[in-house]
């Protein structure tokens, strides 16, 4: 059964009247921007789809129920749904309501932000979306490294000359500012392929990206053999060698994996 809507004789939660907080208490002050009721209405049951808690065929509860509850407009509901459809979330039916879909036929680019971003209230990376990521991955990225060869610019090649020049010194750097590097590497690798989708899709993936690349370099020892490679991989863009730096991306991504893999089993104390 579906969770029971917020009665309306219930004070609505204050979250939805205060400014969205920053991402950082050390981040420079900026004006506040509030966040919309439409939007808060559309995350809350994203929320609930995402962790199975609405399933595929259940009907949303009307749109008046909604906005009596949640003390909204009705055009506030509205505006939330259609963003849920839009992502594939929900199937509006003409004069009968909104009935949860299964995302994963229906679902749309725009989802895989959500999806990535969302982490069941406890920010850990789940083993299923990890396992798909990875997947998606090294399909990724092994074309766009042979299409970076291929077709990278002048610009762009310097562009990662200073990329792996700030890697000499990852060593001396906190795990956050090493992934961040890590990342910019590689989406500059999508930018050289001249395809406007990849570095797109890699941007999709950014924040599960960063969270796995911090788990990755708390082993030292992996900082070292990926400086390695990514130094190879310029000399083959550089070079224009396709083959060279598609067979060096797959290394350096199967390398991660088995690193990753084993970080994480030491994580949850199994062998």
Do not use: W
Request: overall charge positive; proline content about 7%; aromatic content about 6%.
């Amino acid at each position: 059964m579906p969770p029971a809507v917020r009665p309306a004789n219930r004070k609505p939660a204050s979250r939805e009247e205060r400014p969205a907080p920053s991402a950082s208490p050390d981040a420079p002050l900026a004006p506040l921007k509030a966040r919309s009721l439409k939007d808060e209405l559309a995350s809350r049951f994203e929320a609930l789809i995402l962790s199975g808690r609405f399933g595929p065929g259940d009907k949303l509860p009307p749109e008046r129920e909604l906005a009596e509850s949640l003390r909204v407009s009705r055009p506030v509901v509205h505006e939330g749904i259609v963003e849920l459809a839009a992502k594939g979330l929900v199937r509006i039916v003409p004069r009968h309501g909104a009935y949860v879909s299964d995302y994963r036929r229906e679902g749309s680019v725009e989802l895989l932000v959500s999806l990535f971003n969302f982490t069941n209230g406890d920010q850990k990376l789940t083993l299923r979306l990890l396992d798909h990521l990875l997947e998606v991955r090294i399909l990724l990225e092994t074309e766009t490294a042979r299409l970076a060869a291929q077709r990278r610019t002048g610009e762009q090649l310097a562009e990662l000359e200073r990329i792996v020049a700030r890697e000499a010194d990852m060593h001396a750097l906190p795990v956050e500012e090493i992934a961040r590097i890590d990342f910019d590497f590689h989406h500059t690798i999508a930018l050289c392929a001249q395809n406007d989708v990849y570095p797109l899709l890699l941007n999709s993936f950014r924040r599960m990206y960063l969270s796995v690349l911090e788990l990755f370099y708390r082993d030292p020892g992996v900082v070292g053999p990926v400086v390695g490679y990514h130094k190879l991989l310029l000399e083959e863009i550089a070079a224009r060698d396709a083959t060279g730096a598609r067979e060096t991306m797959a290394a350096v991504l199967q390398f991660g994996e088995k690193k990753l893999r084993a970080a994480l089993r030491k994580s949850r104390g199994t062998r």
